[in-house]
């Protein structure tokens, strides 16, 4: 099966705006740690299927009633995640935390991220659009296995049944080989594309905005490498890992929170310290084991924080006379060991944007 081309609009990323279905943690901790471009993976998909949309109307009341009993909620971003530091030709260098939902507040930019994105004379985003199809081979099988084959009739008839929800028709059948570890990535994700098909996520925003006044966009991460990380799990721990997503996907939501408008809400008050609190709550919640969850956090965390740090100190070292805005999911300038304190390691002072 070929790849369809991509959507640049909307794609496929790891900041995405969660159906209240979608329960497993580390579906939630994708909106401040990845951005996953799979573009558009089944052509074409049509509207929403009446179930999708049925339960998506059902759980309105619920987060409604919910919200209200709440504390007063942010209505844009009141501090942003924005630091700068000098590169060693003294010109300055900007660090932006991004979250991949198409929320309106985040949308509407702080006047502060206005004014570093019209300073920069180029963006970096954790995947440009440029280099989207290769990330995408890097998540699929290279001999062309489908999912029963991979997972076995039981897990495939539970990825199914998550993908019949959203759109009748998608199935592990009529889609590419994903890897079996790409699948707790995929389906939170694409669930947020059919969720909003007309709204850019922030990282999509800033990339069309840099384009529209003919600035470079560039990777800030190797798309064949960003999940290698991944690939070194064996089978019988990738296997668990979808395991354990597909039980958080479809357990009931008793209790009723909103987990999502939590952590959105704590990137508007840009509270760095309640992020890094609420994403390793949510990550080691022990609904995996200890040494694999370690794992996998070090290969959506730990280990691109460390390319993150280093391509950008190649960046200002070979490129120093221009200004560089690099975005990446708020969790990486927060969760430690953060790029932000591998920098500093190289010597860089970073100051925060108030």
Same mark, same amino acid.
């Given at each position: 099966?070929?790849?369809?081309?991509?959507?640049?609009?909307?794609?496929?990323?790891?900041?995405?705006?969660l159906?209240?279905?979608v329960?497993?943690?580390?579906?939630?901790?994708l909106?401040?740690?990845?951005?996953?471009?799979?573009g558009?993976?089944?052509?074409?998909?049509?509207?929403?299927?009446?179930?999708?949309?049925?339960q998506?109307?059902?759980?309105?009341?619920?987060?409604?009633?919910?919200?209200?009993?709440t504390?007063?909620?942010?209505?844009?971003?009141?501090?942003?995640?924005l630091?700068?530091?000098?590169?060693p030709?003294?010109?300055?260098?900007?660090?932006?935390?991004?979250?991949?939902?198409p929320d309106?507040?985040?949308?509407?930019?702080?006047?502060?991220?206005?004014?570093?994105?019209?300073?920069?004379?180029?963006?970096?985003?954790?995947?440009?659009p440029a280099?989207q199809?290769?990330?995408?081979?890097?998540?699929?099988m290279?001999?062309g296995?489908?999912?029963?084959d991979?997972?076995?009739?039981e !897990?495939?008839?539970r990825? *199914? /049944?998550?993908?019949?929800?959203? +759109?009748p028709?998608?199935?592990?059948? $009529? &889609? %590419?080989?994903?890897?079996?570890w790409a699948?707790?990535?995929i389906?939170?994700?694409?669930?947020?594309?059919?969720s909003?098909?007309?709204q850019?996520?922030?990282?999509?925003?800033l990339?069309?905005?840099a384009?529209k006044?003919?600035?470079?966009?560039?990777?800030?991460?190797?798309?064949?490498?960003?999940?290698?990380?991944?690939?070194?799990l064996?089978?019988?721990?990738?296997?668990?890992?979808?395991e354990v997503?597909?039980?958080?996907?479809e357990?009931?939501?008793?209790?009723?929170?909103?987990?999502?408008?939590?952590?959105?809400?704590?990137? !508007?008050?840009?509270?760095? *310290? /309640?992020?890094?609190?609420?994403? +390793?709550?949510e990550?080691?919640?022990? $609904? &995996? %084991?200890?040494p694999?969850?370690?794992?996998?956090f070090?290969?959506?965390?730990?280990?691109?924080?460390?390319?993150?740090?280093?391509?950008?100190?190649?960046?200002?070292?070979?490129?120093?006379?221009?200004?560089?805005?690099?975005?990446?999911?708020?969790?990486?300038y927060?969760v430690?060991?953060?790029?932000?304190?591998?920098?500093e390691?190289?010597?860089?002072?970073?100051?925060?944007?108030?």
């Open positions: 099966m070929s790849f369809p081309a991509f959507d640049r609009r909307s794609p496929l990323s790891a900041e995405p705006r159906s209240r279905r329960r497993s943690s580390f579906a939630l901790l909106i401040v740690a990845l951005g996953l471009a799979i558009v993976i089944a052509e074409p998909l049509g509207s929403l299927s009446s179930r999708a949309a049925a998506e109307t059902a759980t309105e009341p619920a987060i409604e009633a919910n919200e209200s009993a504390e007063e909620r942010p209505t844009e971003v009141e501090r942003p995640f630091w700068r530091f000098r590169s030709a003294g010109t300055d260098q900007y660090l932006l935390g991004t979250i991949h939902v309106d507040r985040v949308l509407k930019l702080h006047e502060r991220i206005d004014a570093a994105l019209d300073r920069a004379d180029s963006i970096f985003v954790e995947v440009a280099d199809p290769r990330q995408l081979a890097a998540i699929t290279a001999d296995r489908k999912g029963a991979l997972l076995g009739k !897990l495939a008839a990825v *199914d /049944r998550q993908l019949g929800a959203l +759109r028709g998608l199935s592990t059948a $009529s &889609l %590419p080989a994903f890897k079996i699948w707790p990535l389906l939170p994700n694409l669930e947020a594309q059919l909003d098909e007309e850019s996520v922030m990282d999509m925003m990339v069309e905005r384009e006044a003919k600035k470079r966009v560039a990777s800030l991460e190797d798309p064949l490498g960003q999940l290698a990380g991944f690939d070194r064996t089978k019988e721990e990738q296997l668990q890992f979808l997503a597909l039980d958080g996907m357990e009931d939501d008793a209790d009723d929170e909103d987990e999502l408008g939590e952590l959105v809400d704590v990137y !508007l008050r840009g509270d760095g *310290d /309640r992020m890094d609190a609420v994403f +390793r709550e990550f080691f919640d022990d $609904s &995996l %084991p200890r694999l969850a370690e794992k996998i070090a290969a959506l965390m730990t280990d691109r924080n460390q390319a993150m740090a280093d391509t950008i100190d190649q960046v200002v070292r070979e490129q120093g006379n221009r200004v560089h805005l690099f975005a990446a999911g708020a969790g990486h927060v430690g060991p953060t790029v932000i304190e591998l920098l390691k190289k010597g860089y002072v970073i100051e925060r944007i108030e």
